[in-house]
């Protein structure tokens, strides 16, 4: 079973659409989960981080859930630039940093 | 812009060949780390170094040899390689060392290796 468990997708929404990623992990030992986005042929880039409360970064909102091991990303009213594979990413301390194998979003006009 | 920048962006080398990858953080950060990334595939940790140390992926082959010549440089010696080490390689730095380290990482544009 792999660390990180992402569904590959790919997602094919309209542009406005709400779309949601779910994510899981295997090791109740991790410590922090991020979100991470790449666009084709760049570098991943950090979106946002997730905390166990919730958080919120305009319209995108991250979830995470430690009894379930699990984690969320909510895009709302999504746009044509949102297109990009989302990383998952959980961190059991010091630098063991386990990157989910990526969902692949599309959005079209 | 990224403030990770790497050189070159893109390489090409014979199996025979000898050459290196370089990568320079200017955000001060205490740790630098090297990944491999296939395409449509999550990179992949090679290296790390934080703190005058250097961490290593123990199934990463002896080909790759990481170089710290201080804490803002990390170069990526490369000598012998294979086809199928072709791919995007990424230099990342992170605010946090040691046991601190949180897994927030800043990454460089990459560099796109061929080997011939």
């Known amino acids: 079973r792999k660390e990180v468990e992402q569904d590959p997708g790919p997602f094919n929404v309209p542009e406005g659409a709400t779309v949601a990623f779910n994510c899981t992990y295997s090791n109740s030992a991790s410590q922090s989960f991020f979100w991470y986005r790449q666009d084709c042929r760049k570098e991943p880039k950090l979106l946002m981080s997730?905390?166990?409360s919730g958080n919120e970064d305009g319209r995108f909102t991250a979830q995470l859930n430690r009894a379930s091991q699990y984690i969320s990303l909510l895009i709302r009213d999504s746009k044509l630039s949102d297109s990009a594979t989302y990383l998952c990413?959980?961190?059991?301390?010091?630098?063991?940093?386990?990157f989910g194998a990526g969902t692949r979003l599309f959005v079209k006009a | 812009d990224t403030e990770v920048t790497q050189t070159p962006k893109h390489l090409v080398m014979g199996m025979t060949n000898k050459k290196s990858l370089k990568c320079e953080q200017h955000?001060?950060?205490?740790?630098m780390y090297w990944y491999k990334q296939k395409a449509k595939k999550p990179p992949e940790l090679m290296f790390v170094?934080?703190?005058?140390?250097?961490?290593i992926n123990e199934s990463v082959p002896s080909r790759f040899s990481p170089e710290c010549p201080n804490s803002s440089l990390l170069n990526l010696h490369l000598h012998a390689l294979q086809p199928e080490d072709s791919a995007l390689y990424l230099c990342?730095?992170?605010?946090?060392?040691?046991?601190?380290?949180?897994?927030?990482?800043?990454f460089g544009e990459g560099s796109r290796l061929t080997v011939l």
């Open positions: 170094y934080s703190y005058e140390k250097l961490s």
């Open positions: 990342a730095s992170s605010p946090l060392g040691l046991a601190g380290g949180t897994g927030e990482l800043f």
């Open positions: 997730v905390y166990s």
């Open positions: 955000m001060g950060h205490r740790a």
């Open positions: 990413v959980a961190n059991t301390g010091g630098f063991k940093t386990i």
